[in-house]
């Protein structure tokens, strides 16, 4: 389970533009007026910049990711107040959780593993916000024959063992919800769809890219032709991801807010 910096960064924008607003302002509030916010698989720190704007100024970060190279990135390119920690994602107690008012995660609930994320909602005890979990929908323009086999076997590859188990893949958003809501937290969904056009042509080839690649590997034998399609398709098709962002609040926090 690792990503180049390259991705991370040309990925960004489109992230950026999917974060539904709603979910996203009601994460600053519950960071509470002098936030402590615990980034995990923080990568190069693009959930500060996604946030950088809502926070107050003095807002501490703890930026936590297991791969030393993103964490020297996001050292070079965060300019919010921060701590960065190497570790483990699997090493729940480990977690340097104490004094933190909110959890945040984007585009990881979706490579771990159901028993991983009840490990982690039994040690939170704040609010837990996560942005785009991919949940298996897909579609691409113009369309393709081979799309929906596409499709089918890349959801059967996210759902492999990314480093911690049996990853939840397309059924994150709501197994987490789930599991959040049996712990006693407010919990809430909401779609952040990427919608990239010909202007995302970079991010369009290099996913579809991924995309087919991870379909050969459960076993779809096309998927190379399929993606040297795509990447003629690019400069004037669109690719359309689904993902779905999440607030858990603990019911405490939520009756205050009312």
């Not at 302002?25 to 959930?47: E, Q, R, W, Y």
């Not at 996001?74 to 480990?94: H, K, M, P, V, Y």
């Not at 004094?99 to 995660?105: D, E, H, K, P």
């Not at 979990?133 to 499709?151: H, K, N, T, V």
Request: glycine share 8%; aromatic share 6%.
């Amino acid at each position: 389970m690792g990503f180049s910096a390259d991705w991370l960064s040309l990925r960004e924008p489109a992230d950026g533009a999917a974060r539904d607003a709603r979910l996203l302002a009601k994460a600053v509030a519950a960071a509470g007026p002098d936030p402590v916010i615990l980034d995990l698989g923080c990568g190069t720190g693009s959930t500060t910049r996604a946030m950088a704007d809502m926070l107050p100024d003095d807002t501490r970060w703890r930026l936590l990711d297991g791969d030393p190279a993103l964490l020297d990135r996001a050292r070079a390119e965060t300019t919010a107040e921060a701590d960065f920690f190497c570790q483990d994602l699997s090493d729940i107690d480990a977690l340097p959780l104490d004094g933190v008012t909110l959890v945040t995660a984007s585009a990881l609930l979706d490579l771990m593993s159901e028993a991983w994320v009840t490990r982690l909602v039994a040690r939170i005890t704040v609010p837990f916000y996560a942005a785009l979990s991919y949940d298996g929908a897909m579609a691409w323009s113009p369309e393709s024959a081979e799309d929906r086999s596409i499709e089918t076997y890349f959801n059967h590859h996210q759902r492999t063992d990314k480093g911690v188990g049996r990853a939840m893949g397309p059924d994150a958003g709501p197994r987490t919800a789930e599991i959040f809501k049996n712990a006693g937290f407010d919990v809430a969904l909401a779609q952040s769809p990427w919608d990239l056009g010909p202007d995302m042509a970079p991010l369009q080839t290099l996913l579809n890219d991924g995309i087919a690649m991870a379909a050969e590997e459960a076993g779809l034998k096309s998927a190379p032709h399929w993606a040297q399609t795509r990447r003629k398709t690019a400069e004037n098709g669109r690719t359309r991801v689904g993902h779905v962002d999440l607030i858990a609040l603990p019911l405490t926090w939520s009756q205050k807010t009312r």
